[in-house]
Nanobody, 123 residues
């Protein structure tokens, strides 16, 4: 039974940085696309970054995080990282990682989900 376990997150001041990790067990993360989603209070869960399976490896980002967030793989650790720089208060949300064969899958199609982690950015 595969699972994703998240770590990182917390409280940071505006302009600061945080790193989120998403570690897989029970399956090889290289074979999957991995996305980071976030959900702010009262809002829908949104896909903010996705990295394709390692045979492609390309990544895409939603405009609101482009140039500030970077998604990458640590292959030897079966882990995907989201490095978040220049954080803004509007980045405050619960962040989730997810794995699926395709970046474009609908929310209910993703095979695996992490447990979620809170990111809070103070003004």
């Amino acid at each position: 039974q595969g699972q994703l376990v998240q770590s990182g997150g917390g409280l940071v001041q505006s302009g600061g940085s945080l790193r989120l990790s998403c570690a897989a067990s029970g399956f090889t993360l290289d074979d999957y696309a991995v996305a980071w989603f976030r959900q702010a209070p009262g809002k829908e869960r949104e896909d903010i970054a996705c990295i394709r399976a390692v045979n492609d490896g390309s990544a895409h980002y939603v405009d609101s995080v482009k140039g500030r967030f970077t998604i990458s793989r640590i292959n030897d650790e079966n882990t995907v990282i989201l490095q978040m720089n220049s954080l803004k208060p509007e980045d405050t949300a619960v962040y989730y990682c997810a794995a699926d064969p395709w970046c474009g899958s609908l929310l209910d199609e993703w095979d695996y989900w992490g447990q979620g982690t809170q990111v809070s950015v103070s003004p």
